[in-house]
Nanobody, 115 residues
């Protein structure tokens, strides 16, 4: 089992910045990927950014150039730095870990961007 502890999120004005953190604990060996998804009201959950074990990252087109995903291997933590936030970034953000083909989700953290 993998446990995920999310932090960050909150309310920010358009153009502002926030940083989300997700720390993994438990059976953390053989984690294939870590990252973030988000779900806005009435919308499907969508990929925001993900980092593979190799270090390769993938971003949604809508956040490229504004969001940066990084990883601290010593802390088993990923960070999502979100800059130039837009109202359309408002959503619940979920940490996601894949380990041995099993998907783990965090409890979600709300990000609200006011115009």
């Amino acid at each position: 089992q993998v446990q995920l502890a999310e932090s960050g999120g909150g309310l920010v004005q358009a153009g502002g910045s926030l940083r989300l953190s997700c720390a993994a604990s438990g059976s953390i060996f053989s984690i294939n990927s870590m990252g973030w998804y988000r779900q806005a009201p009435g919308q499907q959950r969508e990929l925001v950014a993900i980092i593979l074990r190799s270090g390769s990252t993938t971003y949604a087109d809508s956040v490229k150039g504004r969001f940066t995903l990084s990883r601290d291997n010593a802390k088993n933590t990923v960070y999502l730095q979100m800059n130039s936030l837009k109202p359309e970034d408002t959503a619940v953000y979920y940490c996601n870990v894949v380990r041995n083909s099993v998907i783990y989700w965090g409890q979600g953290t709300q990000v609200t961007v006011s115009s």
